[in-house]
C-alpha cells in the first residue's frame, strides 16, 4: 500500500503540472497580465522552491517519510489559490506558496521512493517518475479538452486539489524516521551529492529546453501548424512514461551508471537527428528518442542519492541533489533562448544535444563512486 500511494502521490504532482502549464494562457488573461509581468510572476515558483527544498530535506531527516500527508494536504490548498487570483501581486504570491509548497513535496515524495527501495530492496523510482510523467500528459491532453468547453481555472484547479487530498489520505501509512543520536542537522553537500546535482542539473537543462521549446520548433523551423506543433510536448512526455517504464526494467539488469550513459547517448543522437531534420516526422522522431533517453536520468540520479546515505540522512541527501540539479531545470529554457536567439532554433537544437553528450561522456567518466557500475542488490548487502 505504501508503494501504491508513493506513485499515486507522484502521479498527483504531475497532473498538477501538466494541468498548470496548459492554463497559463487563461491565468494571464484573468490577472491582465503582460508576457513580461507573467515571466517575473512565474519566477517566483523557482524562487520559492529553491529554500523550501533545503529546508524540507532537514525535516524530512527528522520525521520521516510520514510527512507526505502533509505535504500534500499544503500543496493542494496552495494549488487552488493561482485560480483566485484577480491581480498580478496576487498571482506572484499564490505562485510563491505554489513553488514552496511543491518544492517540499518533491523532496518528500522521493525520499518515500528512496526509503522504499532501501527497505525492501525492489527499485521504484523509475516507475515513481514514469507516473509523474503520466500525470502530467493525462492532464494536459484533459484541460486541453476542457479549456475549448469552457472550463474555467478555479474550476480545474480545485479538481487537481481534491485529487492531492484524496492522495494524502492514501499516503498515511509511511514509518516515522529511526531514532538516532542527537547532533547537528545541516545539508550533506559531500563530492558524491554535488556530483549527482550537478549530472542531474545537466539533464534537467536537456528535458526543459526540449519539453519548452520543441513546439515552437516545429512551427518555426519546419511550418507546422498549431496542432502538429502540440504533437512536440506530447510525443516527449509520452516518451518520457516510457522510457521510465523500461528503465524501471534495464536498471536491475545493466545498472545505473550504463542506463544513464545509454539514456544520455540516445538523447543526444535524437536530439541531433531532430536538429537537421528535414520534415516534422523525422523531428518528431528525434524529439521521442530525446524524450525517451533523458527520462531514465532524474530517477536514477535522485535514487541513487537516497540509496547511497545513511537512513537519518536520507531527506538532506536527496534535497541537497534535488536543489542543485533545480538549476539545472531553470537555466535549461533561457540557455536555449539565448542560444537560438544568437543562431536559430536548429541551433538551440544542436546544444541541447551537445549537453545531452556530454552528460554521457561525465558519467562515464567521473561518475564511478557514485554511480558504481552494478546491478540492484539486496539492501543487506549494499
Known amino acids: 500500500m505504501r508503494r501504491f500511494g508513493t506513485v499515486l502521490a507522484f502521479a498527483a504532482f504531475g497532473v498538477y503540472w501538466g494541468a498548470w502549464g496548459v492554463l497559463v494562457p487563461d491565468v494571464k488573461e484573468q490577472v491582465d497580465a503582460t508576457v513580461g509581468e507573467l515571466g517575473i510572476a512565474l519566477l517566483a515558483i523557482g524562487v520559492a522552491a529553491l529554500p523550501a527544498m533545503l529546508a524540507t ?70 516507475v515513481a517518475h514514469a507516473a509523474f510523467s503520466a500525470g502530467f500528459l493525462v492532464a494536459a491532453l484533459s484541460v486541453g479538452f476542457a479549456r475549448a468547453a469552457g472550463a474555467e ?49 545537466v539533464a ?84 521521442t528518442l530525446g524524450g525517451a533517453g533523458i527520462s531514465v536520468a532524474a530517477p536514477t540520479l535522485f535514487g541513487a542519492a537516497g540509496r547511497g546515505a545513511p537512513a537519518a540522512e536520507r531527506g538532506s541527501a536527496v534535497a541537497s541533489v534535488t536543489t542543485i540539479s533545480y538549476l539545472g531545470f531553470l537555466s535549461g529554457p533561457p540557455l536555449m533562448g539565448v542560444v537560438s536567439g544568437a543562431v536559430d532554433l536548429r541551433g538551440g537544437m544542436a546544444m541541447l544535444a551537445l549537453v545531452a553528450l556530454l552528460l554521457a561522456a561525465a558519467t562515464a567518466s567521473f561518475a564511478g563512486s557514485a554511480l558504481p557500475l552494478r546491478r540492484l542488490q539486496h539492501p543487506s548487502r549494499e
Open 153 to 201: 481555472p478555479v474550476a480545474v484547479l480545485a479538481g487537481t486539489s481534491g485529487l492531492l487530498m484524496v492522495t494524502a489520505l492514501l499516503n498515511r501509512g509511511h514509518s516515522p524516521a529511526r531514532p538516532t543520536a542527537a547532533g547537528p542537522r545541516r545539508l550533506r553537500f559531500s563530492r558524491r551529492l554535488l556530483l549527482l546535482g550537478a549530472l542531474c542539473g
Open 204 to 287: 534537467f537543462v536537456v528535458e526543459s529546453g526540449l519539453e519548452n521549446w520543441s513546439a515552437l520548433f516545429l512551427e518555426t523551423e519546419l511550418d507546422a501548424s498549431p496542432v502538429i506543433g502540440g504533437l512536440g510536448p506530447g510525443l516527449f512526455a509520452a516518451a518520457m512514461v516510457a522510457g521510465r517504464m523500461l528503465g524501471h526494467w534495464l536498471e536491475a539488469v545493466v545498472g545505473d551508471r550504463p542506463l544513464l550513459v545509454g539514456g544520455a547517448l540516445t538523447a543526444g543522437g535524437g536530439l541531433a537527428l531532430a536538429a537537421i531534420a528535414p520534415t516534422v516526422p523525422v523531428a518528431l522522431v528525434g524529439f
Open 57 to 126: 530535506g532537514r525535516l524530512v531527516d527528522r520525521v520521516g517519510a510520514r510527512a507526505m500527508p502533509a505535504a500534500l494536504v499544503l500543496f493542494g490548498l496552495a494549488a487552488l489559490l493561482p485560480g483566485l487570483a484577480g491581480s498580478i501581486p496576487q498571482l506572484a504570491l499564490a505562485l510563491v506558496l505554489v513553488g514552496a509548497t511543491s518544492g517540499a513535496l518533491d523532496v518528500v515524495i522521493n525520499v518515500a521512493a528512496s526509503g522504499l527501495e532501501a527497505s525492501d530492496g525492489r527499485r521504484l523510482m523509475q
